[in-house]
């Protein structure tokens, strides 16, 4: 402690920039370099991205367009016909087979929130299938006769 001059000083650890906020003689103290007043002064400073200096938000200017159903649509599931192929070719599925919803949820292809199945028409449907959906896309219908299927809509 005794053998203390300037050239033994260091400083502390984790300090990197300039000590803010300790005292008058760091060059630094008093506002911390926060200046007088105002949103920039106080604590939780700073603005959100969205924020345009107090004018309206362009999110409150513009219109609302569309329509949003108060239905919970997160209940209906969608599959499409290369889904069921593939369940085909892994032989999880036979040739003729009746599939709904319930059957689905069983082989766990869909989730078991599922409430209503949906039936899409992309890919290709090879085997004939007997299919009852809540909803079907007309190239699905025309994808499924093709096939030899039949799609019931429930």
Request: charge should be positive; include cysteine; aromatic fraction near 4%.
């Amino acid at each position: 402690m005794s053998n203390i001059k300037l050239s033994n000083l260091k400083a502390r650890d984790g300090i990197d920039k300039k000590a803010i906020g300790r005292g008058i003689g760091s060059g630094c103290g008093k506002t911390s370099t926060y200046g007088h007043k105002g949103g920039k002064a106080r604590s939780g400073r700073g603005k959100v991205k969205w924020f345009e200096g107090g004018q309206m938000p362009i999110y409150r200017r513009l219109p609302k367009r569309g329509f949003v159903s108060k239905s919970d649509k997160s209940c209906i599931v969608c599959i499409n016909l290369v889904d069921l192929q593939r369940l085909c070719d892994a032989k999880i599925i036979s040739a003729g087979q009746e599939i709904n919803l319930e059957i689905l949820k069983s082989l766990y292809a869909i989730k078991n929130s599922a409430c209503t199945l949906r039936l899409l028409g992309k890919g290709e449907l090879k085997t004939p299938l007997i299919i009852t959906a809540g909803y079907a896309t007309d190239s699905a219908i025309r994808a499924v006769e093709m096939a030899g299927g039949k799609v019931q809509i429930a």
